[in-house]
């Protein structure tokens, strides 16, 4: 069966990104404007985003970032922190400033030191996210220093999450940018709780890639990239037609002398190529009809959202993308620039 020379579906949103502030944001929305309509917007700022107000400014800040010629919209997040405030969590869904909440593990990951150190500490907090119809998106892994590396996310689906789901039978809850096999399993075991986002990189690329021929810190993320029993898994969860798996790229921008260095910053920037990509690996599936779905229907069907009435179209074209975005205004005196992301296999489709 011959590959199409182009594919038009509903236009995507992006449920779950990095947009910054300051110079940084002014830089990137952009570029997640360009592909998708609408985007879950992270609160891992510092301080993080923690208050209604806060949250309600902060989307103003992004509404001013985009040209005017962009139609998007930015769906706020709430970060979650140990005693989060029950009150101030059921205000933000009820004004519609909060979509959902995000939970991060202490330490985690980038910016997530202010993160939850006990399920405990936000129980209450959670339960008000029960009874506002508020779902809660998580970052799945430990931070046991005991616990490998590659194992953190399949631990945390069973001394975290299993026991989370019973303990708040209403709650809904997506296990963000999947990385494991044992994460698509948990997510097929509980469609009606659960979705699972899946990132372009993940698709794209296993753990040797990170060091292929030396450390390549631009493939470095969090959660870290597992083996490729587990990229074939994710591939087949993303292509299934399965409404419980939904398009998340996790798109997290850092300049890039902050990748480069001695101790490097986990994160991918993928904004400006992220549809080409996923186009690109549903088309080696041989599932470009199956696109639409994961892009454009599952997310908004989760999220109790209309799909977007506007059409897009890709191409079956060599890509077409920047290979860095300048920053100007991060350094006093010194434009610096973010690296954007390129899988080591030819991405052959344009957006």
Known sequence: MSQPSSITIRRPDDWHVHLRDGPMLAACAVHTARQFARAIIMPNLVPPVT???EAAA????????????????????????????????????????????????????????????????VA????????????LLVHGEVTDPDVDIFDREAVFLDKVL????????????????????????FVEAHPDRMGGTITPHHLSYNRNAI?????????????????????????????????????????????????????GCAGIFNAPVAMQVYAQVFAEEGKLDRLEAFAS?????????????????????????????EVPGLSPGLAKTITVFRPDTPVGWSF
């Open 297 to 325: 229907l599952n997310g908004p069907r989760f999220y109790g959202l209309p799909a977007n009435e506007e059409k897009v179209t890709l191409r079956a074209a060599t890509l077409d993308a920047p290979e860095t975005v």
């Open 162 to 185: 299993f026991p989370l789901l019973k303990r708040h039978p209403g709650l809904k809850i997506v296990l963000e940018h999947i990385t494991t096999r044992e994460g698509v399993a």
């Open 58 to 121: 902060y989307r103003d800040r992004i509404r001013k970032a985009i040209p005017a010629d962009l139609q998007f919209e930015p769906l706020m997040t709430c970060y979650l922190t140990d005693g989060a405030d029950p009150v101030e969590l059921a205000r933000g869904k009820k004004e519609g400033v909060w979509v959902a909440a995000k939970l991060y593990p202490a330490h985690a990951t980038t910016n997530s030191a202010h993160g939850v150190t006990s399920m405990d500490r």
């Open 51 to 53: 208050k209604v107000a």
């Open 211 to 263: 060091f292929k021929g030396g450390i390549r810190p631009h493939f470095y993320c969090l959660p870290i990239a597992k083996r490729e029993e587990h990229r074939l898994a994710l591939r087949r969860a993303a292509t299934s037609g399965n409404p419980a798996f939904f398009l998340g790229t996790d798109t997290a921008p850092h300049s890039t002398d902050t990748k480069e260095c001695a101790c």
């Open 124 to 135: 209450k907090g959670l339960e008000a996210m029960e009874k506002a119809g508020m779902p």
